[in-house]
């Protein structure tokens, strides 16, 4: 089951960022937080994901709480092509092959980019 | 970066007849492969697992004998929906983790198939 809570939508202006906040009260301290984000009648696309440390790579930036009980995806400057549901993932990752590693999706957050 | 893709991208095929998806990893292996499906609105829901060489975990919920899992090599994993019925028309997605122990274990994903059973 999906341990995120997600608000189901948000609008942002074009050219301004767009901040996508996540709950994830019960996570486990080897759970990770992973961001996929998912554009209408597409396979979903990997965003960033990150354990404690705020994050940041080409596309966005991940910013943890201290707590680790939330997170927030930040989109720096959003365009029209960043319209999708975004997706707050978290899971345990494991490095031997073959074992685990499923992604419970939850309702995500449909962010729709104004012009 | 690693590419999966999905074949056919999209199906019509007729109540009662069976209909194979294949899921291919394009530049990576995979010992492990998802399976999801989603409705019209809704959120990807985890179908099964699907390890190279052994039998696919299957969700609760999902009928392992209708949802047919094969994943005979390292970059190909089919799903067989057998005797299918207009209910079973959704959107089928896969995913796969790449083998490689430098990797970081995410899931990339293919473009998905639609399924449509008249």
């Known amino acids: 089951d999906a341990k995120t809570t997600q608000p189901p939508s948000m609008d942002c202006a074009e050219g301004r960022a767009a901040n996508l906040p996540c709950n994830h009260s019960t996570i486990s301290g080897n759970e990770y937080v992973y961001w996929y984000r998912q554009i209408h009648s597409q396979g979903p696309q990997y965003i960033i994901h990150?354990?404690?440390n705020n994050e940041t790579n080409e596309m966005a930036s991940l910013i943890i709480t201290e707590d680790r009980k939330s997170s927030t995806l930040i989109l720096p400057h959003a365009t029209l092509r960043d319209t999708a549901v975004y997706y707050c993932?978290?899971?345990?990752?494991?490095?031997?092959?073959?074992?685990?590693?499923?992604?419970?999706f939850g309702t995500g957050t449909s962010l729709t980019v104004i012009p | 970066g690693a590419v999966v893709s999905q074949h056919p991208s999209w199906v019509i095929c007729k109540s009662g007849t069976s209909v194979k998806i294949e899921c291919r990893s394009l530049?990576?292996?995979?010992?492990?492969m998802f399976w999801y499906r989603q409705f019209p609105k809704q959120s990807l829901m985890l179908m099964a697992t699907?390890?190279?060489?052994?039998?696919?975990?299957?969700e609760q919920g999902v009928e392992k004998d209708k949802f047919l899992i094969n994943h005979a090599s390292l970059t190909l994993s089919t799903l067989t929906v057998t005797s299918a019925h207009p209910e079973d028309s959704s959107f089928y997605i896969c995913?796969?983790?790449?083998?490689?122990?430098?990797?970081?274990?995410?899931?990339?994903f293919g473009p998905g198939t639609r399924l449509t059973v008249t």
């Open positions: 995913s796969a983790r790449d083998l490689f122990v430098g990797a970081t274990y995410e899931q990339y």
């Open positions: 699907s390890n190279e060489g052994s039998k696919a975990t299957y």
């Open positions: 990150g354990l404690k």
């Open positions: 993932i978290v899971r345990v990752t494991i490095t031997i092959p073959n074992t685990g590693n499923q992604f419970y």
């Open positions: 530049d990576f292996q995979a010992t492990t």
